[in-house]
T-cell receptor
Framework: AQKITQTQPGMFVQEKEAVTLDCTYDTSDPSYGLFWYKQPSSGEMIFLIYQGSYDQQNATEGRYSLNFQKARKSANLVISASQLGDSAMYFCAMRAAGGTSYGKLTFGQGTILTVHP | GAVVSQHPSWVICKSGTSVKIECRSLDFQATTMFWYRQFPKQSLMLMATSNEGSKATYEQGVEKDKFLINHASLTLSTLTVTSAHPEDSSFYIC????????????FGPGTRLTVT
């Protein structure tokens, strides 16, 4: 079974500063994908970044980077130069690449990020 | 880019009635669609996986007779909440898998259901 843990129910950051959102995972699958999604108050799920379990380099997408530490089973999201529009709920998720769980996304509990001006 | 729509975006219904929610992939064919349920300030919980032309696979604890899922075509999946009760009030989100890259899963905007 797969499990995603986000231990920060809420985080606060000052505008223009960087913030790290924590995510740890557990799986017995050798191949998997890790995702981060942003969910603003409107409810839509916005894809931010993806990291494959075999990727050697950490993924980056603009102001978002994923700090992937495979041995520690962690996949933290780093948002640089925070903006007021970054205030939202953030979910870490994992997707199995094979087996009976193929394709299914397992989500963490989420972290509510608030950016202060 | 790949777009998934949901209809309606919000619905209010009376207890005991049924409600149908549609999920459409607008510019790609979805081999698999997923239905999630989300309560306020909580995580998304997968309800079921549907593949075109076959029966949906429900997650443990999800009542298949209450949440009817039909994946009639490669662009349309429907979720029908039968005999809705106030505890069924929730945010329902679908996602669609194009099947080309396993990491590409596209989410619909969600449907907010309120049962009175």
């Amino acid at each position: 079974a797969q499990k995603i843990t986000q231990t920060q129910p809420g985080m606060f950051v000052q505008e223009k500063e960087a913030v790290t959102l924590d995510c740890t995972y557990d799986t017995s699958d050798p191949s998997y994908g890790l995702f981060w999604y942003k969910q603003p108050s409107s409810g839509e799920m916005i894809f931010l970044i993806y990291q494959g379990s075999y990727d050697q380099q950490n993924a980056t997408e603009g102001r978002y980077s994923l700090n992937f530490q495979k041995a520690r089973k962690s996949a933290n999201l780093v948002i640089s130069a925070s903006q007021l529009g970054d205030s939202a709920m953030y979910f870490c998720a994992m997707r199995a690449a094979g087996g009976t769980s193929y394709g299914k996304l397992t989500f963490g509990q989420g972290t509510i990020l608030t950016v202060h001006p | 880019g790949a777009v998934v729509s949901q209809h309606p975006s919000w619905v209010i219904c009376k207890s005991g009635t049924s409600v149908k929610i549609e999920c459409r992939s607008l510019d790609f064919q979805a081999t698999t669609m997923f239905w999630y349920r989300q309560f306020p300030k909580q995580s998304l919980m997968l309800m079921a996986t549907s593949n075109e032309g076959s029966k949906a696979t429900y997650e443990q604890g999800v009542e298949k007779d209450k949440f009817l899922i039909n994946h009639a075509s490669l662009t349309l999946s429907t979720l029908t909440v039968t005999s809705a009760h106030p505890e069924d009030s929730s945010f329902y989100i679908c996602s669609a898998d194009s099947g080309t890259n396993y990491y590409e899963q596209y989410f619909g905007p969600g449907t907010r259901l309120t049962v009175t």
